[in-house]
C-alpha cells in the first residue's frame, strides 16, 4: 500500500546542533503510530517537520503524494489537509469554541457557515462538549481545551492528525479524558501519528512505535514487539525508565 | 478673596464645547483612529522581511518618537503645502489650511507611538499560536488579519486607550498653529473677560473629569484582561 506519510533521510540542524539525522519512516492509511523517546531526543521536531512547521536541511518528505520540500507545493493548502493537536492546546483565546472550530473550515475550505457550524457541532459532541460551544477557551479546565482542539482539527477532515505530546501539559485527572477520544479516534481507522509518553496508548491501539533518541531513530517496530522486546540497549534503558511506574 | 466670576463659564459654555470641545474630539477621534491604521501598517511593515523596508519603517518610527510633538507641528505646517505642491504639481506651495495640517501632523506622530504598542502586542502572542494557525492552513494574511492581529490588539487595548488619552490632552497644541481647542477657547474667552484665572480651572477641571474617567475605564479592562489571560495561561 503507498504511503501517506513518507520521510527519507530527513535531517535537520539548528546552527551546528543536529537535531535530526537520516530519518526514515512511513506511515500508511489508517495506521497509529507513536513517536517516544527521550526529552530532546527530536521527536517534536520530527513531527513538525511532518507539515511544515519545520523546515529541513536534507532529505524528502512526502504527504498524500505532495513533496513537502518542493517550491512549488502550496504549503498552507497541504496543511489544511493535515490536523494537528499542540501540547499547550493552542486555542484562539479570542474567539469562542464554534468559532474555533469553524474559523478555518469558513476561511481556509471555503465552507458556507451553516454546514461549518453543524461539522463543528457534531464534532463537539464527539468530544462530549457540545454545550460549551459558547465558551471561550479561557473558561475550560485543560482536558476540555484539548478535546476541543481535537475536534477543531478533525473538522477540517483531515488525511491524517499529528499530535505533538497531547497530555504532557495536562493535569494527570486530565489525561484519560483526552486519551479517550484519542482512542476511539483510532479505533474509528483514522490515521494518526502521535508524539507521546502514554505507553498505555501506545500498547492499546497503536500499530507501530518508533523510539527516537539523539536525533536518530532507533527503532521502528510494531507496538507488541516493540514493548516485549526492544531490539536496542537505548530503547531498554528508555522503556524500563517510562514503565518503571506504571503498572501493567 | 479676590472676586471670582464663575457665570463667565455659563455665558461662554455654548463657545466653548460646540466650538472648542468639538475641534478636540474631532482632532481626538480622526487622527487617533487614522493613526491606528497607520501604526498597524507600519507595525506589519518593520517586521517585513525586506531589509530596507524595514529599515524605513524604523528609521520613521524613531524619529518621530524622538522629537517634540510641538517642534514635528510646526515642522509640519509650515512643510505639508510644500509637499502638497510637489505631489499635485502646483506651481505654487498650495495652503491646506492649519486643520487638515494638524489633522495630517497628529495622524502621522501618533502612529509612531501606535506602531510600537501594536508590534510589542504582536511579540507577546506566543509562537504556538502562530504554529496553531499555520497548521490549520491559514496563510500569512489570514493569520495576521484573523488570529494575530485581533489578540495583539485585545491584549494591548489598555495601552491603547492610555494613547488616546494623552492624545485627548496633548491636541491642546494646536495653539501653536492658531487653531482653537477646548483649552485655546477657554484661554480667549478668560482674555477677552478678564478671567483667566476661572476659565483655566474650569478646564483644568474638565480635563481631570473627563480623564480620569477614562483612566478608570482602562483599569477596569486590564483587570478583565489580566484575569482572562492569566486563566489561558493556567
Given at each position: 500500500m503507498a504511503a501517506l506519510i513518507d520521510m527519507k533521510l530527513v535531517s535537520k540542524w539548528y546552527g551546528d546542533l543536529h537535531?535530526?539525522?537520516?530519518c526514515t519512516a512511513s506511515v500508511t492509511k489508517g495506521e497509529v503510530v507513536v513517536i517516544c523517546g527521550p526529552?530532546?531526543?527530536g521527536k517534536s521536531t520530527l513531527i513538525k517537520c511532518l507539515n511544515g512547521l519545520e523546515q529541513i536541511q536534507k532529505g524528502t518528505i512526502i504527504v498524500d503524494g505532495i513533496d513537502?520540500?518542493?517550491?512549488?507545493?502550496d504549503l498552507p493548502a497541504l496543511r489544511s489537509r493535515i490536523g494537528m493537536v499542540f501540547q499547550h492546546f493552542?486555542?484562539?483565546?479570542?474567539?469562542d469554541v464554534l468559532a474555533n472550530l469553524t474559523l478555518a473550515q469558513t476561511?481556509?475550505?471555503?465552507?458556507?457557515k451553516a454546514e461549518a457550524e453543524e461539522r463543528a457541532m457534531t464534532l463537539l459532541k464527539r468530544v462530549g462538549?457540545?454545550?460549551?460551544?459558547?465558551?471561550?477557551?479561557?473558561?475550560?479546565s485543560g482536558g476540555q481545551q484539548q478535546r476541543v482542539a481535537i475536534a477543531r482539527a478533525l473538522a477540517m477532515d483531515p488525511v491524517a492528525v499529528l499530535f505533538d505530546e497531547?497530555?504532557?501539559?495536562?493535569d494527570p485527572e486530565m489525561i484519560s479524558e483526552v486519551l479517550d477520544v484519542m482512542v476511539a479516534l483510532a479505533r474509528e481507522g483514522t490515521t494518526m501519528v502521535a508524539v507521546t509518553h502514554e505507553m498505555g496508548f501506545a500498547r492499546q491501539v497503536a500499530d507501530r512505535v518508533i523510539f527516537m533518541d539523539g536525533g536518530e531513530i532507533v527503532e521502528d517496530a510494531p507496538s507488541g514487539g516493540f514493548f516485549e522486546q526492544p531490539q536496542s540497549e537505548r530503547a531498554r534503558a528508555f522503556l524500563s525508565k517510562i514503565l518503571a511506574h506504571t503498572a501493567g | 478673596m479676590v472676586d471670582f466670576d464663575f457665570g463667565v463659564i455659563i455665558r461662554s459654555a455654548g463657545y466653548l464645547f460646540y466650538e472648542g470641545m468639538a475641534f478636540t474630539l474631532f482632532l481626538t477621534f480622526f487622527a487617533g483612529t487614522l493613526g491606528f491604521a497607520l501604526g498597524i501598517l507600519l507595525a506589519v511593515l518593520r517586521s517585513s522581511s525586506y531589509r530596507p523596508v524595514r529599515w524605513l519603517a524604523a528609521t520613521y518610527v524613531n524619529t518621530i518618537r524622538s522629537l517634540p510633538l510641538v517642534l514635528v507641528i510646526f515642522w509640519f505646517f509650515f512643510l505639508v503645502p510644500f509637499v502638497t505642491q510637489w505631489v499635485v504639481g502646483s506651481p505654487r506651495p498650495v495652503a491646506v489650511g492649519a486643520v487638515w495640517s494638524a489633522l495630517i501632523t497628529f495622524t502621522l506622530f501618533e502612529a509612531a507611538y501606535f506602531c510600537e504598542i501594536i508590534r510589542s502586542g504582536i511579540n507577546g502572542i506566543p509562537r504556538g499560536q502562530i504554529e496553531a494557525s499555520s497548521a490549520l492552513g491559514f496563510r500569512p494574511v489570514q493569520r495576521f488579519l484573523l488570529i494575530i492581529l485581533p489578540q495583539a490588539v485585545r491584549n494591548m487595548t489598555p495601552v491603547i486607550l492610555t494613547q488616546l488619552i494623552i492624545l485627548f490632552q496633548d491636541t491642546s497644541l494646536v495653539y501653536v498653529v492658531s487653531l482653537t481647542d477646548f483649552l485655546g477657547a477657554a484661554g480667549k474667552i478668560g482674555q477677552r473677560d478678564g478671567r483667566l484665572v476661572e476659565m483655566y480651572l474650569f478646564s483644568a477641571a474638565v480635563y481631570f473629569v473627563i480623564c480620569y474617567a477614562a483612566s478608570i475605564l482602562v483599569r477596569r479592562l486590564s483587570e478583565r484582561n489580566t484575569i482572562s489571560l492569566a486563566r489561558v495561561g493556567s
Open positions: 537535531v535530526l539525522k537520516e526529552s530532546g531526543s513537502l520540500g518542493s517550491p512549488k507545493t493552542e486555542l484562539f483565546p479570542h474567539l476561511k481556509v475550505l471555503r465552507r458556507a462538549l457540545e454545550a460549551k460551544a459558547r465558551s471561550y477557551p479561557a473558561q475550560l497531547p497530555t504532557s501539559a495536562l | -
